[in-house]
Nanobody
Framework: QSQLVQSGGGLVQPGGSLRLSCAAS????????IGWFRQAPGKEREGVACISSPGNINYADSVTGRFTTSRDYAKNTVYLQMNSLKPEDTAVYYC?????????????????WGQGSQVTVSA
């Protein structure tokens, strides 16, 4: 079956780094736009970053310069590298895939979703 499986979440101190992985099975990440979203308790889900099939990459203003998303085609995996983490980055992070998507899309437009990864930034 087609699915996205996430890994790499955890607890990190402010200023630290964490890398999330989003491994695809049943489809090729090169054919999909991959979006990263996060949701903190009591808050709406927000877009974090996205990489489209043509390779265009976009980031939310809140993470620009700190987060980087990339594809590893050999491993069929998308990564979100998070540096200089802040307590306000604490949330459940999700990856999502959209066939031939361009740019960042609304969450309901995505075809496949990862199970979510808890990221907690705390001293």
């Amino acid at each position: 079956q087609s699915q996205l499986v996430q890994s790499g979440g955890g607890l990190v101190q402010p200023g630290g780094s964490l890398r999330l992985s989003c491994a695809a099975s049943g489809f090729n990440v090169g054919d999909y736009s991959i979006g990263w979203f996060r949701q903190a308790p009591g808050k709406e889900r927000e877009g974090v970053a996205c990489i489209s099939s043509p390779g265009n990459i976009n980031y939310a203003d809140s993470v620009t310069g700190r987060f980087t998303t990339s594809r590893d085609y050999a491993k069929n995996t998308v990564y979100l590298q998070m540096n200089s983490l802040k307590p306000e980055d604490t949330a459940v992070y999700y990856c999502a895939g959209l066939l031939h998507g361009v740019g960042c899309r609304l969450s309901y437009e995505y075809d496949y979703w990862g199970q979510g990864s808890q990221v907690t930034v705390s001293a």
